[in-house]
């Protein structure tokens, strides 16, 4: 007798997803430190952005100061979609390590995944489009593959509507 195969699109059921992080800071020196770190626990990175002035909120600059910069970096070795609660668990410890003496962070890291047909992010803040996952944490699909690009959903955050953030996620695809 066959069995009846389920086919979903994306690479979730297919042995994996590609893990990036995305760094905000106004210390530009903190993304290599914080890279070793992400190095050592999810393995060789693949690709890295150039930092970008962050400029599309200036929600982060009373904990984290003016002058943004945001940086991205992939790995190469896929892992489960569904272990993102727990790689933000692993950065929420990495952000709390470089934090200020005042307790403020000095760099926000958020971790997600591509696969064939989504982006995913790692998210703290609850909305109705969030689906929660663990301990406070929630997932976000944050932008959807159509006709050879990602595009935008309208709760996709203003600087993951660029097509510069756009065009990166198609090359790491």
Do not use: C
């Not at 195969?5 to 914080?34: D, N, P, Q, T, Y």
């Not at 944050?142 to 660029?162: I, K, Q």
Request: charged share 25%; proline share 2%; glycine share 10%.
């Amino acid at each position: 007798m066959r069995k009846n195969k389920i086919v979903i699109a994306g690479s979730e059921v297919r042995g994996g997803v590609k893990l990036f992080v995305g760094m905000l800071s106004a210390v530009e020196e903190l993304f290599a430190e914080v890279e070793k770190q992400l190095v050592r626990h999810f393995g060789e990175i693949d690709f890295g952005s150039e930092p970008v002035p962050f400029t599309h909120t200036n929600h982060y600059e009373k904990e984290m100061g003016n002058g943004l910069l945001r940086r991205f970096v992939s790995f190469r070795e896929l892992v489960d979609a569904g272990s993102l609660a727990e790689m933000k668990i692993f950065t929420r410890r990495i952000e709390e390590q470089f934090a200020g003496a005042s307790g403020n962070r000095r760099i926000n890291i958020d971790p997600g995944y591509i696969s064939g047909a989504k982006v995913v992010l790692a998210t703290m803040k609850n909305y109705d489009h969030r689906v929660y996952l663990k301990e406070g944490i929630y997932a976000e699909v944050t932008l959807h593959y159509r006709g050879g690009s990602f595009m935008a959903w309208d709760w996709t955050y203003p600087d993951y509507r660029t097509q510069k953030y756009i065009g990166m996620f198609n090359k790491i695809r």
